[in-house]
Nanobody, 124 residues
């Protein structure tokens, strides 16, 4: 079983910083792309950040310039560095992964997985 475990959530004041971590275990696949999603009470789950197999990142407009996603493949870990946090960032943050395997010169999607979520609360 593939397992994703988030950590690093908590309560922080507006303008503060927080770093979330997502550790992947049990994967037998050669490549993965990672995402951070968040869901506020009464709202749809939204994509916050994405990092590709090759390391290219993309961000939601609401967090551009404030959040940075990175990965450390040797540690099987993805990170979300969150700076200049605002009350609007309050949500449960979820890690998501898409797993791929290599076949000749092609990459084939195998499965995805979700973490359990970590609460991030920003006070005024």
């Amino acid at each position: 079983h593939v397992q994703l475990v988030e950590s690093g959530g908590g309560l922080v004041q507006s303008g503060g910083s927080l770093r979330l971590s997502c550790v992947t275990s049990g994967s037998i696949y050669s490549d993965n792309a990672m995402d951070w999603y968040r869901q506020a009470p009464g709202k749809e789950r939204e994509l916050v950040a994405h990092i590709s197999i090759s390391g290219t990142t993309n961000y939601a407009d609401a967090v551009k310039g404030r959040f940075t996603m990175s990965r450390d493949n040797a540690k099987n870990t993805a990170y979300l560095q969150m700076n200049d946090l605002k009350p609007e960032d309050t949500a449960v943050y979820y890690c998501h992964a898409d797993f791929y395997t290599n076949y000749a010169d092609r990459v084939v999607w195998i499965q995805d997985a979700w973490g359990q979520g970590t609460q991030v609360t920003i006070s005024s």
